[in-house]
């Protein structure tokens, strides 16, 4: 059964997962208000935002006991991080010019070299390089698989599971808003931004990245942060699962550095990052919803 602590009888309050949303929204829109000056076309990212807490109060008068709304309800926030990520390419720099130069400069004092450009330069086998772009890719298998599973099997568990892992999302993005760095990608130019070809999942994810991919949110590294979120996650509430996460998550790490998408600083700052973030959002879910999760394992 799903878990109406958060509701009273009428269904007319807000999911934790939609509180959280609207936190971002309004932290987010006072940012912007700062810097209107600076900001291309604010009609666009006020009115977003506005569209979103209608849809959202619109929400919330309706009653998630229906299976399909409480589905759409909580799923909803998850969709709308394919927004608020490019997004954030919009307003990265209102403090900070792009910093990848002192990226570059951290990661050649740390290691001697540049590895998100020795990395596929030492190993440029097309069957490597596959394996590396399905690691990149396997990003939506861990997440979308472990929310799904906590979906089918504990819709309890899965009321946090979504709050954790999209309230993380927010929390990077909002980093990604004050820190402009754009990664290797996007960085370095020609041939040096190259990588090796592979087969399949090379052509999947070179096209989307070419559809939704924007010079933005390199530190501290989302794809790391949000997965070893997951694990975390997985570890502590739906072990049966960690022998098919643990395996994806190390190719996925490694891939993030093989493919430039990241530099290898911006990995470690994931790691960073998420054992100071997955502690606080866990307590942001306590606090919301102090009823949810007694039944959870």
Not at 169 to 176: E, I, Q
Not at 184 to 200: A, K, R
Not at 213 to 223: L, V
Not at 230 to 241: G, S
Request: hydrophobic content about 50%; aromatic content about 20%; glycine content about 6%.
């Amino acid at each position: 059964m799903w878990n109406y602590s958060a509701f009273n009888s009428q269904g007319s309050k807000f999911l934790p997962v939609e509180t959280a949303t609207l936190l971002y929204i309004l932290i987010t829109a006072v940012y912007l208000a700062v810097f209107i000056d600076r900001l291309e076309a604010p009609p666009v990212h006020f009115g977003v935002r506005a569209g979103v807490v209608l849809l959202l109060f619109l929400s919330a008068r309706t009653s998630c006991r229906n299976p399909v709304i409480g589905c759409i309800r909580h799923f909803l926030p998850l969709a709308l991080l394919s927004y608020w990520y490019p997004e954030t390419y919009y307003f990265n720099n209102f403090i900070f010019d792009h910093l990848d130069h002192h990226f570059v400069a951290a990661d050649r004092l740390l290691f001697g070299c540049q590895p998100s450009l020795e990395f596929s330069r030492k190993m440029p086998w097309a069957w490597f390089s596959e394996l590396m772009y399905f690691g990149y890719f396997s990003y939506y298998f861990i997440f979308f698989g472990t929310a799904l599973w906590c979906y089918i099997r504990h819709k309890e568990l899965f009321n946090r599971a979504i709050f954790v892992f999209v309230c993380s999302f927010y929390l990077f993005y909002m980093m990604f808003a004050i820190l402009p760095v754009m990664g290797p990608q996007f960085y370095f130019t020609p041939p040096s931004d190259g990588v090796p070809d592979g087969y399949i999942f090379c052509r999947l994810m070179r096209f989307l990245q070419a559809v939704g991919e924007k010079p933005t949110g390199a530190f501290p590294s989302s794809h790391v942060g949000i997965t070893f979120t997951v694990v975390i996650f997985v570890m502590r509430h739906c072990r049966v699962l960690l022998k098919y996460v643990l395996p994806l998550f190390t190719i996925l790490v490694l891939s993030t550095v093989y493919i430039k998408a990241h530099y290898l600083v911006d990995v470690i700052g994931g790691f960073a990052v998420t054992a100071v973030t997955y502690p606080l959002v866990n307590l942001l879910y306590r606090k919301i919803d102090p009823a949810g999760g007694k039944n959870i394992p």
